[in-house]
């Protein structure tokens, strides 16, 4: 890799925040890059630093303009890349997330095997199959961006969102999957619902995942759902 | 202790908000106006981060259980003081000492849209994920997750000895007349006399694929009624990008001026996601967030192009005030 390319591009948010990224590589290893960032920030003590959020391939770093100021910061940053070495990131936790595919949960099965030409069995098959990675966390308190959707399965976003997706539905839109933690609108094709409670508040840490997870699915049936889950979230 | 009368439109506990926890999904949160929530604090003697009531266009009216020193600031809500009997206007953005027994009575904004009534001590209320802020959507924090409503009970933290020392000197010239002791000063530093005309703006990482993007600080854009703690919605002439930008989701922060494919800005406010996918054309200076708290559905807004030094310099000048009340307090409270 070129020196070139190892160079971030440094985008202010305003003026208390900056987004790093790495535009000319592929996707995967510039996520990869935030995570190394992200890991190092940890202990860093860079001037004014409040907070990471991790993009979808990018890393938004929250800081206090009466603590240090943007060029003071770039520079830190600008150091902190330089000095991590170029590695290949490793997923540290892998989370099995139960999924339950009853029609009453997944609304959307049978329109997206449909539209991708494939039966629904062989829908849930081609989705259980998958390591995901858990690129993000946002949209909403807890809401997991999970790259690594199979091909065949990508469709796009509903035409109008509904106004209440329920809470633990698990989706896909394009390439990506995701789980909504909290009953709330959204345009994603609903599979199926975990009983897994995604974000609690009383909880630490309050989100179940986090940007680097690897996530996989199984399959659980209506009545282990019902036992785990009772009642509706 | 105060006791919630009537609920206002839209009333809730904030504090500075729980930026850490952005990295979960949750939004910053926290007072929209900053520099009126802190002043208020100031005033009680409190530290800047104790929770205070965010009024939203019309004001509760609060039973006073026990004598309370308290202060508000922000929109002009016409706050009035009932005693025995009668009402007074209840001055603003100043320390007031309330006798046990008085009503607050809140009315409709006459100016700006968000006030703070700070109580000494703070309002006491558990802390969530490290903040007293309320996270609507969420329904967690604050006052339990939501806006205040009748029968709602609110006691205070303990008062510091600042809060201590306000209080001793109001005391002495608290009278059965009104049922409240005020001072002759107060502070202006934080005011929106009227709503801006024009916010400052750094550009946008998207600003520069708009199709004649300079228009934008001619723009006047009105404040549509769907609005909220999330952001503004703003209505004018359609702004349009060169080609389309299909984004992937990157970090978003207050103050974000968005523009969704209607062409039709978003102003993002405490409240919003800290992540999101629409293009972003612009962002308000920190240092104009508390003046874009206080605009209000039917106003006009414009933009003016700033940079990045300015920027900031504004907020550390911004910081600078404060501690200068700050210090003209101390002083006030500790003279014989």
Redesign the interface.
Known sequence: MSDAECEPEL???????V?ISWPGIDSQLAWERCRAVSQRLGTANLHGF???????????I?YD??ET??DHICFELRALASSIEVSRFHATRKIDVPVCFDPEFGIDLADVARSCGIGEAQAIELFLETNYHVR????????P?LSGLPEQLFVPRLASPRDAVPAGSVSIANRQAGIYP?V?PGGWRILGRTPLKL?D??RN???LL?PGDCVKFFRISRRDFDQMFPGEA | MIRVVRGGASSTLQDLGR????????PRGGAADRPAHQLANLLVGNDIDCATIEMTMIGDTFEVLTQTLVAWTGADLGLRVEYLGKNSPMPSRRPVLLQAGCRILGSSAARGCRAYLAVSGGFDVPL??GSRST?L??Q??GWQGRKLRTGDHLSAGKPGSLSQAILQKLSVELTSETGFASVHWFHTECDSEAAPQRLRL?PG?HFPSLVDADQLYQMEYVISPRSDRMGYRLSGSALKFSAPLEL??????P??LQLPMDGQPILILADG????GYP?IG????ADMGLAAQLRPGDVLGFVRVD?KT??LA??NQ?AHLNAIENSIRLWARKG
Do not use: C
């Not at chain 1, 985008?11 to 925040?17: C, E, I, Q, R, Y």
């Not at chain 1, 993000?136 to 809401?143: C, L, R, S």
């Not at chain 2, 992937?248 to 922060?253: E, H, M, P, Y």
């Open positions: 985008t202010p948010l305003g003026d208390a925040a987004e409040i907070v990471d959020v991790s993009g979808f391939e990018s890393l938004t929250h303009p009466l100021n943007w993000m966390i946002g949209f909403a308190p807890g809401f961006y909290h709330s974000f508040p009383f840490p309050p989100a986090q | 930026p850490p926890a952005q990295r979960w999904g949750v969530i994920l996270e959507r969420g967690f924090g750094l990482k992937l989701s990157t970090g978003l922060v103050g974000t996601a800290p992540t999101g972003q962002y308000v200076i920190s990045m920027a900031q907020l550390r910081a």
